[in-house]
Nanobody
């Protein structure tokens, strides 16, 4: 099965930056989209950014457009989320996601991002 491992979360002040990484392994050629979701306490998990493998198209939540960038390193089988101009409302657990043809939806374990005011 496809496995996803996130890293890069942490504590930053408002206006700061973080870069999240998600390394994929096992059945990687079955992946057709990868993305980042987040879930804050008491709220539903929401899509932050998505990368479509075949077309290299990207999609972003309106709340992060212009601040976050999703990218992919083909050689390293890794997707990144560069987060700039962070706001306290960005505080959440961030989850890497992959949609696969064989194993359905796969999730990473999550990494905490905390933005102080």
């Amino acid at each position: 099965q496809v496995q996803l491992v996130e890293s890069g979360g942490g504590l930053v002040q408002a206006g700061g930056s973080l870069r999240l990484s998600c390394a994929a392994s096992g059945g990687i050629f079955s992946i057709y989209t990868m993305g980042w979701y987040r879930q804050a306490p008491g709220k539903q998990r929401e899509l932050v950014a998505r990368f479509t493998i075949g077309s290299s198209r990207t999609n972003y939540a309106d709340s992060v457009k212009g601040r976050f960038t999703i990218s992919r390193d083909n050689a390293k089988n890794t997707v990144y989320l560069q987060m700039n101009s962070l706001k306290p409302d960005d505080t959440a657990v961030y989850y890497c996601n992959a949609e696969t043809t064989t194993w359905g939806t796969r999730w990473g374990q999550g990494t905490q991002v905390t933005v102080s005011s």
